[in-house]
């Protein structure tokens, strides 16, 4: 199945396929995050905003997250949820062409790096969308394993949408020219965050 075409045919149930993910879970993730009052952050591949009732409160009314999506119907999914909170502006923009109207101090891509065809090039452009010091965040609220074994099942280009090791991931990012990567994963969480210098 065509990537795109998959994510717009499920932005209306996506908030049933992801109903498991609870506020203890999301917590656990913001913690480790570290977002702060009146940050700027890029939640790239928002989906139908799984974090943006969290990130905005995290933020407060001086931050801005930018939620963005490559599928409008997933994006209109979030802006009908969200599209009421002041500190939220979605953005329908491939990863690949990241144009935010400033630099970010963070980047999240929770649930969505496996789907970069090219991840390299996507680690890129966030760097470039990052405000040096700038922190770029990695993650799934479930295991590799889990995720890697639900795309195989639904095939076509998902199938190839594979979430690597951290080893290979802690490559990637320092390629690009991340540091300080600090990562981590279990049965439940596979979490990273790189730090641009």
Not at 22 to 36: Q, T
Not at 66 to 87: H, I, Q, T, V
Not at 110 to 122: M, Q, R, W
């Amino acid at each position: 199945m065509d990537r795109f075409v998959f994510f717009e045919e499920q932005a209306k149930w996506w908030d049933e396929v992801i109903s498991d993910v609870g506020d203890e879970k999301i917590s656990m993730l913001l913690e480790n995050m570290s977002v702060f009052k009146g940050d700027k952050i890029a939640d790239i591949g928002t989906g139908t905003g799984l974090l943006i009732p969290y990130l905005s409160k995290a933020i407060g009314s001086s931050g801005m997250v930018y939620a963005l999506d490559f599928s409008p119907a997933m994006l209109r999914e979030a802006k009908n949820k969200f599209g009421y909170l002041k500190n939220i502006s979605f953005i329908c923009v491939d990863v690949m062409k990241v144009t935010l109207p400033c630099l970010v101090d963070m980047a999240i891509c929770n649930g969505c790096f496996p789907h970069f065809p090219d991840k390299i090039g996507a680690l890129k452009a966030i760097f470039d969308a990052l405000l040096p010091g700038g922190i770029l965040v990695i993650s799934h609220l479930s295991s590799r394993e889990e995720i890697n074994q639900k795309h195989l099942e639904i095939g076509g280009e998902i199938a190839r949408d594979l979430i690597p090791k951290l080893s290979e991931l802690e490559i990637m990012l320092r390629q690009v020219g991340f540091e300080s990567v600090v990562m981590f994963e279990d049965e439940d969480v596979y979490f990273s965050k790189a730090v641009k210098p």
